[in-house]
């Protein structure tokens, strides 16, 4: 997917966008060191170098990450354990792990978006 959206979406707009403002057409892509973008994108393409941050060092360049990522689990956890115990408290008895069995894709859509 990531190799695609770079293919098909980002490098054509940056080409156009340095075309547009008639800039040299020679860009940098910084990408960090998640295991979804492991893609093939080492090599220079078109005046485009991607470089890739070592493992463990996004935290360090963006402090407030910590802070908002362990703020975003502590809510998203929250939300979780009160469903659960909503669950198990039903009159049928289910166990968590029932409730686990059950929980799905869509479930963690809408605890992200009763987030907000």
Known sequence: MFQDWFT?????????Y????????????????????LTNLDDPVDNLKVARMPPNTTSLIQPMDQRVIAKFK???????FKQM???IDSESK???????HSFNITNAIDNLTGMA
């Open 8 to 16: 098909s979406c980002f490098h054509p707009a940056v080409k156009e």
């Open 94 to 100: 289910p166990t968590v792990r029932e409730f686990w």
């Open 85 to 87: 115990i909503k669950f």
């Open 18 to 37: 340095c075309q547009a403002k008639n800039l040299e057409n020679k860009d940098l892509l910084v990408l960090d060191h998640a295991p979804g973008l």
């Open 74 to 80: 502590a809510c998203y956890l929250w939300r979780i």
